[in-house]
């Protein structure tokens, strides 16, 4: 009996989902996605949106804010767009999310550009721009490390960051969601 | 085939749809849609109907297809055209009601510029719409159109919007046709439910020993009143009705309670929360059925029908889902039923329940209480039209205490002779949905049992029934005010009547013979008969002016937010019946 009380409040308890879909790539899909979300009430806090590796079909990743139910509904209302063609939840423990961080910092003097060179290194990030008094350095991870990253930064004068939102692959042979074979229907 | 023009493949594709009837109206940007209309139109293949608004437009689609179950078709021009289509648009999504609307649009190389009658209909009406396409290639029309009409009548129905930019009605390209369904890949109705959901709910409604079935508007839209009633039959099932299934059991069927909900029936709302197990099937437990919904049906436990998936769960929590189409799980279900009674009957433990509700159903019967007093009661007038009804004639109403006083005392023998507007709650909507229920059913009479504040928002297409020659019959219940909210005013704001009163205008006979039609004012009781008689049986549009009791409260009803087993009571009700 327990173990149904403890599922009980899991369901009702508000949390960070990911949920992953794959949609027909034509003018205003993201549009009508977004537009979905806001009516709907549901709270996302991070998209992010690019071509699969096959012609047409586009993925999305959306972080969702709320309780198991407004997740589910998110999912089915998300299922019933036209151009949407399958939607999944991608549970942290099965599957691998990254998150890539572009950060601008302050490097006047040597001292300090060594120390972030080395929280670079530590974070297995990448220098990919470098001035007289700053740096741009790339790395990736999930949103946390990312966070870390920053705060590591913060003192050194962060001049700005560009992130992208959280995407992610269900770990193992199979792919999830799945582009069904339905042939695509040729209009724009 | 050859190159031929987009609006040639347009009117091609309308007649490949089985589109006999358009509502709409012309402009710049869609006259070219038009013009290569006229050709089918001479040779009688489809009938343009020239509305006065494009929202009578829309709602005139959306009442020829709740009446005869096609879709309904309503096409404007670019701009104002495509703006002024969109409340009709929203009430079709609100009831899920097939209509697919034709918009002009400037020409592609134009838009986003914020051209002459510009309107970005795409965006303004994706959150109301199943989808909507804007056709950027003349070779795409045939697909889109297909489409567009596949997706509104399947699965749960509901309106789509096709945005053809100018230049696309107007340029040539080679167009292919296309036979048969598309396959679509982002679009696919479960229609069969889970075979072991559905033995889970048999068992279920076997075990139960008061069970209640929510029929809701799914059982019109998939044409499974038949089921329905076998299945209330095999068990012995009680049924409550939504405004939108109205007339899918016969309204005089012992086990039929009728409407529930805010202003439903008291033998339905007593009775809902008592039930132990609820079968609500094609319904979405919309708050004005539900009321409080922390106190909505507190200890059943629910098998939920839905084509919809994202209608399961939304509202209320569920024991047993079951997605697909109304009639193929009821069938199911029947099937099922069928194997597990075959060892013997188990009909006995609802017999209290069903006396019960029997006896409560015919308590509810009051309509004969009401004497020919004047000023007319409502209810009175109700009592006079229910008198005169065929089992095939189609009401429709407009949006206020008229709808609700339809709703629960005009009896309905058939599904898709009760019309209103639900989910949106459109005034204005009765009199444009008359006019499309009677091209959808020309040999039926077709009544518009409208409010005077309703009637008044939509009144300039008489002039659509007269020229296109739509003869309905429009009752107006003439309060001179805006009843529903003034009640509510009455009952909950102590009666401060603010905006309200519409003041003594207009004359709805002189309204009347401004169109060359015929107004009767009634103030009598007595003239009611012959009024509705004369008027079934004109061969024009005919207004029945009735002067009813301002004062007259539609009740029993539920206030906003309370209890639906709760209701205020239109007499007062013996004890017994609370438990």
Redesign the interface.
Known sequence: MTSSIEEKENETKEGVHLIAFVVEDRPGVMARVTGLIRRRNFNITQISVARTHIENYTRMTFVVQGDSRTLEQVIKQLRKQVEVLKVSELKPETSVARELALVKVRSTDITARNEIIQYINIFRGTIIDVSPSSLICEVTGDSKKIDAFLKLLGPFGIIEVARTGTTALVRGAEASPKIPETPYIEYT | MPFIKGSEAIAESFKREGVKHIFGITGGAIMIVYDALLEHEKSGEINNILCRHEQTAAHAAEGYARACGKVGVCMATSGPGATNLVTGIADAWMDSSPIVAFTGQVPTSLIGGDAFQEADI??IT??IV??N?????VK?IP??IK?AFQ?ARSGRPGPVLVDLPKDIQINEDEVYFLEGE??????TPNIKGHPLQIKRAAEALLRAERPLIISGGGIVHSEASPELVELVEMLGIPVVTTYMSKGTIPENHPYCLGVVGMHGRMCANLNINQADLILAAGMRFDDRITGKLDTFLPTSKIIHIDI???EI??NVEVDYPIVGDAKTVLRQLIEALKTMIAGGSNGEKRTAWQNRVKEMREACDCLDEYEPVTPIKPQYLMKEINSILDDDTVVVTGVGRNQAWAAHYLERMNPRTFICSGGLGTMGFGFPASLGAKVAKPDSWVIDVDGDGSFLMTCQDLATSVVENIPITVVILDDRSLGMVRQWQSLFFEKRYVETDLGNVPDFVKLAEAYGLEGIRIENPSELGPALRKAKNADQTVIIDVVIDRDENILPMVPAGGRTDQPIPCKPWPRRYNK
């Open positions: 795409i965006g994706m959150p199943k989808t396409f804007q056709i950027r290639r795409d697909t889109i489409m997706i598309l396959d679509i890949p982002g679009y919809d998936s994202a769960g939304k």
